[in-house]
């Protein structure tokens, strides 16, 4: 009996470990010669890259137990009992040139479509149905269609990365755009997984935090947040992670990827805001991992951290990654930002948001009846 559980394990161990080197979608590690080079840079060390502030996750006993008892227990409302309807975006639009006018369209978790100063650009795009290594992992999205269909999709100015995560960057969306777009804006060490996928090199443009570039007459800067990164078991952290800032001519846009609350959002706000609009995280976290995934009380002052004018809140919304009740991170989000006055909006997947003129309160649409009986 011992034996032959023995076999059984060690071919399911052999299997992953063939599965994990000829997949594709787990990407390019890094090579000596970046490794060497990153050596030189004060948030890498140990050749891993290192936040700002110190991130503690517990692993023992108790917090795996605790870990493991949610998996097997989640909240009975863990995932809507209906599905989430979205916004369909007009394909007449995806067509045409973007004009000046400044938009911002959730297309669900972490993923957006902004229209700035003339130009498009998406940032985390996800279209596949689930999030995970391959199309049988992973969980799957709330809502069953997306309001773009990336096949109508004829041209991207630019597609921005936060981290290397599954849920944000995404193999097989980025294998459907990569012929659409003419340049990545990604953080250090994930331009290995991009040319793994056949990007073209000079499409691509790896940036560590704090460093600069443009997009004609869009600044971009790319600014720390406190989280990690991997994709596989022996590469984690060693990939840099982040947030977007963008600076159009008169709008300032904020995008915070993923990651725990810290000093970082002062500072970013005091160097390149106030930011006329901020997209904030605020779900799928968890004790557990605080450090790496706020709560959505930290989600709102990370917004008055960075004087936003008006907060999104996302990562939330679209799939299970964590065991609380799915409308859980959106009314405690809501309610502390009502309790501080802090505005914000909480649009529909799809749903264009206008900055260009006072933006219009949007109905809270996951108070209807469908999604919260």
């Excluded at 909240?75 to 000046?100: M, Q, R, Y």
């Excluded at 959730?106 to 996800?126: A, E």
């Excluded at 060490?189 to 570039?213: A, D, P, R």
Aim: aromatic letters at 10%.
């Amino acid at each position: 009996m011992g034996i032959g559980i023995g076999i059984i394990l060690g071919i399911i161990c052999i299997t992953g470990i063939i599965f994990a080197t000829l997949s594709p979608q787990f990407g390019r590690k890094v090579n000596t010669q970046q490794q060497e080079e990153y050596a030189a840079l004060p948030n890498y060390k140990d050749g891993k890259f290192v936040n700002l502030e110190r991130i503690a996750i517990e692993i023992n006993f108790k917090s795996v137990t605790a870990m493991v008892r949610e998996m097997l227990q989640p909240h009975p409302n863990v995932n809507p009992k209906k599905d989430i309807e979205v916004v369909p975006f007009p394909n007449e639009l995806l067509n045409g040139s973007a004009d000046s006018s400044t938009q911002v369209i959730w297309l669900g978790h972490s993923s957006f479509l902004i229209r700035l100063n003339g130009k498009t650009i998406l940032i985390d795009p996800v279209f596949s149905e689930k999030t995970g290594p391959h199309a049988w992992m992973g969980r799957k999205k709330y809502n069953s269609r997306m309001p773009i269909d990336l096949l109508h999709i004829p041209h991207v100015d630019a597609i921005l990365i936060s981290h290397d995560h599954y849920d944000h960057l995404d193999y097989e969306s980025i294998i459907k755009l990569k012929d659409k777009t003419d340049r990545f804006f990604v953080p250090l060490g994930i331009g290995n997984h991009l040319k793994s996928w056949n990007v073209e090199s000079n499409k691509i443009h790896e940036l560590n935090w704090w460093e600069e570039t443009s997009l004609d007459e869009i600044q971009i800067a790319f600014t720390p947040s406190r989280h990690m990164s991997g994709r596989g078991f022996t590469d984690q952290s060693t990939t840099l992670w982040g947030s977007w800032v963008l600076i159009g001519s008169n709008k300032n846009i904020y995008f915070s990827g993923d990651g725990g609350y810290g000093a970082h959002f002062k500072e970013i706000g005091e160097k390149y805001g106030p930011f006329n609009i901020a997209l904030i995280e605020c779900g799928q976290y968890n004790e557990l991992w605080a450090n790496v995934h706020m709560m959505p009380e930290e989600s709102v002052q990370a917004g008055i951290d960075l004087g936003a004018q008006v907060v999104i809140p996302i990562h939330w919304g679209s799939y299970r990654l964590a065991n609380h009740d799915w409308l859980e991170p959106i009314k405690r989000f809501t309610k502390k930002a009502k309790k501080i006055n802090l505005p914000i909006i909480t649009p529909q997947i799809g749903e264009q948001v206008f900055l260009d003129h006072p933006i219009r309160s949007i109905i809270n649409w996951w108070e209807s009846e469908i999604y919260s009986r």
